[in-house]
């Protein structure tokens, strides 16, 4: 399941209706607009019309199975039935699970009454309820799912658009959201976007934009793909909402690469419907462009109505006690010479695995669900290894079972809790090429990179062999990356925790080459967001 680009004001649709005008010229295009649900994306897969199975976004390849709960749903249909259609031997439906408005305040209502803790807004309250290892939860829950499109239909619905395909779900049983428009130009999408925008509050569901979607399937087929997102539609997000509050600290964190990010505390404020108490800063560089300083009043807001930034300083109501802040001179940490080479934005902890925060944030990377997938090696257990001294780097993870005694002997960790994660560690071993390369933590090497350098390469020892011209040109890798993963395989110390890693038996399932399959050459259409 993709995700979508975002386009944040009219100069920036037009610019996407730009781009569908070159690649389809002389071609009249409609535009299929809807409304882009505050909740969260699953696919359905129907056989025979009965419901067989549901899955998250998850990364964009792989979710988390949700059937059990998803059944649990009073609109989700289990059985699909209509009048006039023949249901189809296979039926794959993308869509939003939420919570619409009403039933989110009477939840709030009876968590309160039951004197439990209130959700902060409707998404994180679907989010959670669908991740339930109890379905009974779920079910207690007010949920409610809306069709947004069709990702595989056999045999083929023969429909030619989105606006069809949205009337088609509901002849067999799916509800769509309460708004839909079928435009003819890029400016009749503005149009839709102001009238949306003065009704938003009326709707029985929270929205955070529209989606814009080019109608013809034949014309989205032509349009294809990015690597993450569709050339054929886009989100048309709502101006991000903005309060007021004080910056009540700025501190230094370390990264797994050593890199050293200012965080502003703030004091607590309600933004866009979550609690907003840390703010990212980013760098040196940006606090010296926006001035901030501890005690300063600031504007922040949700970028995409996700991620809280600072917007603005309001130097009028500054204290007269205010100082400028300065890079530190030591890793606030362990201590070690901070280092910010000519031409970079970012400084460096320069103690590399001598510091305690980098090799905690390398050990959190390499056993994070799209790197090793090592359940249950959360925060507590790493900071009380790492207090025993039985983690020095990643691959110690291995030889844990070596050490079983003094597992036990960690507080509130009993025999159940350490075979669980000795068996999770087991269990991780098996591992595809491209997940190793990613929880590596490469400078610069990030999911889709590593994705590339495993179908490049197709094995370790090629990639840990290759020179800087191979690496240069992999597809997704710049000559600055390049020379990260370069310089990487060439460190003695890497080298030896590879090894030690493949010597404790870690396997890896290597990229193969395209063989020519039954589907090779053919193209599928997959709508929704």
């Known amino acids: 399941m993709l995700s979508l680009g975002n386009v944040f004001n009219f100069a920036e649709l037009e610019a996407f209706d730009q781009r569908i005008q070159e690649r389809l010229p002389h071609q009249k295009v409609q535009y299929d607009v809807e409304l882009k649900l505050d909740g969260l994306a699953i696919s359905l897969w129907y056989e025979h019309g009965v419901l067989v199975r549901g899955v998250t976004r998850g990364d964009g390849e792989t979710g988390e199975d949700i059937t059990q709960n998803v059944k649990t749903i009073r609109n989700l249909p289990l059985q699909l039935s209509s009048q006039s259609i023949a249901i189809p031997e296979l039926l794959e ?15 709030n209502r009876e968590q309160e009454h039951k004197s439990e803790k209130t959700f ?16 009974a939860i779920a079910a207690s829950r007010p949920l409610a799912f809306y069709a947004y499109g069709i990702a595989q239909c056999v045999p083929h619905h023969g429909l030619t658009s989105m606006h069809e395909s949205l009337h088609w779900l509901t002849q067999i049983g799916f509800e769509i959201a309460e708004r839909q428009w079928l435009v003819n130009s890029i400016t009749e999408v503005e149009q839709c976007y102001q009238q949306i925008m003065s009704e ?31 050339r054929w539609a886009t989100a048309y997000k709502f101006p991000a909402q903005a309060a007021l509050t004080t910056v009540e600290n700025i501190e230094w964190q370390v990264g797994r690469t050593g890199t050293l990010t200012p965080v502003a505390r703030l004091k607590p404020v309600f933004v866009g419907g979550v609690t907003v108490s840390n703010v990212t800063l980013h760098n040196i560089g940006e606090i010296h462009r926006l001035d901030v300083r501890i005690g300063d009043t600031v504007s922040v807001y949700r970028t995409g109505d996700v991620i809280p930034k600072v917007e603005k300083v309001w130097q009028e109501f500054r204290p007269t006690d205010t100082q400028i802040v300065q890079l530190p001179a030591q890793c606030p ?19 590399g695995l001598y510091c305690s925060a980098q090799r905690i944030e390398a050990i959190r990377h390499f056993v994070a669900r799209k790197a ?17 001294n039985l983690l020095d780097n990643v691959s110690d993870i291995y030889h844990l079972h070596e050490h079983r005694e003094q597992l036990l002997s960690i507080e509130k960790m009993g025999e159940k809790s350490v075979q669980n994660l000795l068996t999770a560690i087991e269990n991780s071993k098996d591992t595809q090429l491209h997940r190793f390369i990613y929880a590596l933590g490469i400078r610069g090497v990030g999911e889709t990179t590593a994705k590339m350098l495993a179908n490049t390469f197709q094995n370790l020892d090629a990639l840990m062999t290759a020179d800087l011209e191979q690496l240069k040109k992999t597809p997704d890798v710049g000559d600055i990356t390049a020379e990260w993963i370069f310089d990487f395989f060439r460190a003695t110390h890497n080298l030896e925790v590879i090894q030690r890693l493949l010597d404790a038996g870690i396997t890896l399932e290597t990229a193969k080459a395209s063989t020519r399959q039954p589907l090779n050459g053919e193209s599928w259409v997959v709508t929704g967001t």
């Open 93 to 107: 439906v993308r869509g939003e699970v939420l919570i619409p408005k009403a039933g989110f305040e009477k939840l």
């Open 120 to 135: 902060a807004n409707p998404r994180n309250a679907a989010a959670g309820s669908l991740r339930q290892l109890d379905p």
């Open 200 to 230: 938003r509050a009326s709707l029985s569901v929270e929205i955070d934009g529209m989606v814009v979607k080019v109608d013809n399937l034949q014309q989205q087929k032509q349009l294809g793909f990015l690597s993450r997102e569709p």
């Open 333 to 351: 940490v362990c201590d070690s010479p901070v280092v910010m080479p000519e031409g970079e934005a970012l400084a460096r902890c320069s103690g």
């Open 372 to 388: 090793m997938d090592i359940e249950g090696l959360g925060d507590r257990w790493v900071e009380s290894l790492l207090h025993l």
